[in-house]
């Protein structure tokens, strides 16, 4: 089966900064991996570039066997137009740590919104399945609360029901609890089990060791812009094998 995501030697700077200095990752259909690292290693730079939010200065990335950002003429790479890169972007949807909801739009349209205008799918279907989604993340009686009226855990289950709502082949997570008071995270947690449970292919970068070891096939462990090691998360989080990866654990692990 072909994987639903493919990065070949990946790389990626800015300025003088190495961001993604060469990483190559597969990920299979519905499988969950968690990518750890210190700030700085190039974790959300590398979803970024999956969801082509930045382009790549080198290498490859396959999305469900397509090659992403490029129009491949004989042995030449030619690089997509706005249009062509935005609804490749469609198979991957993409929550934040920020929740980016739109301040002025109820719940509710804040997830038909995407449906409606992008997907051009008929208002009252859309609205069915937002209504569902929010069933789905414990929230349809939020459905005429405005984004201000919630609470940050709230906002962030939101921000999920409107990837959900694009009908992605896979989610991308960047760190979707380091803004939210701790109390706070144990219900977004949970959304994010569901979904793994559900086989929704997924890439989580998350500080939530604990997260990882219980819902990951596997963790990635990044540093300096590269993949330093990766395994099961039961033997990546207990006894890595790289000495970098040994010592942010020990500074993460109580």
């Given at each position: 089966?072909?994987?639903?995501?493919?990065?070949l030697d990946?790389?990626k700077?800015f300025g003088?900064?190495?961001?993604l200095d060469g990483v190559?990752l597969?990920?299979?259909?519905?499988?969950v991996?968690?990518?750890i690292g210190?700030s700085?290693s190039?974790k959300?730079?590398?979803?970024?570039?999956i969801?082509?939010l930045?382009?790549?200065?080198?290498?490859?990335i396959?999305v469900?066997g397509?090659?992403?950002?490029?129009?491949?003429e004989?042995?030449?790479?030619?690089p997509l137009?706005?249009?062509?890169?935005?609804?490749?972007?469609?198979?991957?949807?993409?929550?934040?740590q920020?929740?980016?909801?739109?301040a002025?739009?109820?719940?509710?349209?804040?997830?038909?919104?995407?449906?409606?205008?992008?997907?051009?799918?008929?208002?009252?279907?859309?609205?069915?399945e937002?209504m569902?989604?929010?069933?789905r993340v414990?929230?349809a009686?939020?459905?005429?609360?405005?984004?201000?009226?919630?609470?940050?855990?709230?906002?962030?289950?939101i921000?999920?029901a409107r990837?959900?709502?694009?009908?992605?082949?896979i989610?991308l997570?960047?760190?979707p609890t380091s803004?939210l008071?701790?109390?706070?995270?144990?219900?977004?947690l949970?959304?994010?089990?569901d979904?793994?449970?559900?086989g929704?292919?997924?890439v989580v970068?998350?500080?939530e060791?604990g997260?990882a070891?219980?819902?990951?096939?596997?963790?990635?462990?990044?540093d300096?812009?590269?993949?330093?090691?990766?395994?099961?998360?039961?033997?990546l989080?207990?006894?890595?094998s790289?000495?970098?990866?040994?010592?942010f654990i020990?500074?993460?692990l109580p």
């Amino acid at each position: 089966m072909t994987p639903m995501i493919v990065a070949l030697d990946v790389r990626k700077t800015f300025g003088p900064l190495k961001a993604l200095d060469g990483v190559s990752l597969e990920v299979a259909r519905g499988e969950v991996v968690c990518v750890i690292g210190p700030s700085g290693s190039g974790k959300s730079t590398f979803l970024r570039c999956i969801n082509q939010l930045e382009r790549i200065d080198g290498g490859a990335i396959w999305v469900n066997g397509e090659l992403i950002g490029y129009r491949r003429e004989g042995d030449r790479l030619f690089p997509l137009s706005d249009r062509e890169v935005a609804r490749q972007r469609l198979a991957s949807g993409m929550v934040f740590q920020r929740f980016n909801l739109f301040a002025h739009l109820t719940v509710l349209q804040n997830i038909i919104e995407g449906p409606v205008t992008v997907l051009r799918r008929p208002r009252p279907e859309a609205v069915a399945e937002a209504m569902a989604l929010l069933e789905r993340v414990g929230l349809a009686d939020k459905r005429e609360s405005y984004p201000a009226e919630l609470s940050g855990g709230q906002q962030q289950r939101i921000a999920i029901a409107r990837a959900l709502a694009m009908k992605p082949e896979i989610l991308l997570f960047d760190e979707p609890t380091s803004a939210l008071d701790p109390e706070l995270v144990g219900d977004v947690l949970a959304v994010m089990r569901d979904l793994a449970r559900g086989g929704m292919t997924m890439v989580v970068v998350t500080h939530e060791l604990g997260f990882a070891r219980e819902v990951a096939n596997r963790v990635v462990f990044m540093d300096r812009g590269r993949v330093v090691e990766q395994g099961p998360p039961a033997t990546l989080l207990s006894n890595p094998s790289h000495a970098r990866t040994r010592e942010f654990i020990a500074a993460v692990l109580p």
